[in-house]
């Protein structure tokens, strides 16, 4: 799951020798670290990267390297646009086909009608649009001040 659905947005180096140990690997205690809030030194490395003998300093490493370039950010937007129809639809089904008390195609009709469904679909698509335009002003406007 984490090769297939982080590894390809994160960076990667292009020269010298290729990691010995899976990415995946790496993005596991990374994951560990913020999840428990443990100290880098405090990492146990043998848990993930096994007989690999692997320092603290490289896992922190590749912390800072994927928070400097904007792979965490590049992995934080395709997460919204995997998921992005997928969060309607379980909003639609959990809260408001329970709200009204009819069968899917009149919900899905009286939605319609009132507008709610398009106003989620914008509000959603709104909040997506501001998170990228944020990130890419951000640049800009470091750029402009130089």
């Avoid at 020798?17 to 560990?32: E, T």
């Avoid at 692997?54 to 994927?66: A, D, E, G, H, L």
């Avoid at 008390?101 to 319609?112: H, R, S």
């Avoid at 009132?114 to 335009?133: E, Y």
Wanted: glycine share 6%.
């Amino acid at each position: 799951m984490i090769n297939e659905k982080l590894v390809p947005h994160l960076s990667k180096g292009k020269r010298g020798p290729k990691c010995k140990f899976g990415l995946w690997r790496i993005i596991q205690a990374i994951l560990y670290k913020l999840k428990s809030g443990s100290q880098w030194r405090e990492l146990p490395l043998r848990e993930f990267f096994g007989r690999f003998s692997i320092s603290w300093n490289t896992v922190y490493y590749y912390f800072q390297k994927w928070s400097k370039d904007g792979s965490w950010y590049r992995l934080w937007t395709a997460f919204l646009k995997t998921f992005f129809l997928f969060f309607i639809v379980l909003f639609l089904t959990l809260f408001l086909f329970d709200y009204f008390d009819k069968d899917i195609e009149e919900n899905i009709v009286l939605l319609i009608k009132k507008n709610i469904l398009g106003s989620i679909i914008i509000a959603l698509l709104v909040t997506i649009v501001q998170i990228v335009g944020l990130k890419k002003f951000s640049k800009e406007e470091s750029t402009e001040d130089e």
